[in-house]
């Protein structure tokens, strides 16, 4: 059984970084690529970085960009968001999400697609 656990998430202030991870267990997680989303209240649930199953590749929503940073350690099966000039839109539940099928990798990974998916963390930022 996939699970994904995500923590680090909290209460920061505008101009904060935060630091967010997600441990999963039950796959084979060098050969997943893995994806952040993200969704606000009210909001429908948005991509934010995904990473390939080896991790030479990244891709970010063009409102991250510059300001998130999407690693990954395979020895430890886990996946970091770092997250540095925290903004007030930034405030979400951070979800962790799994590609299904392995080595495969897309640069614009929709929401609605078939993923493995963690519970979330909160992230709030605060003025």
């Known amino acids: 059984q996939v699970q994904l656990v995500e923590s680090g998430g909290g209460l920061v202030q505008v101009g904060d970084s935060l630091r967010v991870s997600c441990v999963a267990s039950?796959?084979?997680?060098?050969?997943?690529?893995m994806v952040w989303f993200r969704q606000a209240p009210g909001e429908e649930r948005d991509f934010v970085a995904t990473i390939s199953w080896g991790g030479r590749t990244t891709s970010y929503a063009d409102s991250v960009k510059g300001r998130f940073t999407i690693s990954r350690d395979n020895a430890k099966n886990t996946v970091y968001l770092q997250m540095n000039s925290l903004k007030l839109e930034d405030t979400a539940v951070y979800y962790c999400?799994?590609?299904?099928?392995?080595?495969?990798?897309?640069?614009?990974?929709?929401?609605?697609?078939?993923?493995?998916w963690g519970r979330g963390t909160q992230v709030t930022v605060s003025s």
């Open positions: 999400a799994a590609e299904k099928t392995s080595k495969y990798y897309s640069a614009s990974p929709a929401p609605t697609a078939d993923y493995y």
């Open positions: 039950g796959l084979s997680f060098s050969l997943y690529s």
